[in-house]
């Protein structure tokens, strides 16, 4: 083997070094967005959640105050 085809094999290692390093790192980074996705999807789901319940509260609410209102118009066309 030359002195050049040595010196190419050790730039080739490193090159190769340096490549795995930064593929671990890339992977490291992408395990850390898909955490950071899965949480903020899981968020997003919690919120959707209470504001489904708030929606169903209100729509009782409003339900129980129509009630209340032809109940007090029957009482004042009764007594009235």
Do not use: F
Request: aromatic share 2%.
């Amino acid at each position: 083997m030359t002195y050049d085809g040595m010196i190419e094999e050790i730039e080739a290692a490193d090159k190769v070094k340096e490549l795995q390093k930064e593929l671990k790192k890339l992977k490291a980074d992408k395990e850390r967005g898909d955490a950071d996705l899965e949480k903020t999807i899981d968020i997003l789901t919690t919120d959707n959640s209470i504001k489904d319940y708030e929606i169903t509260q209100l729509k009782e609410k409003i339900d129980m105050l129509k009630k209340q209102k032809k109940i007090l118009q029957d009482a004042i066309r009764k007594n009235g």
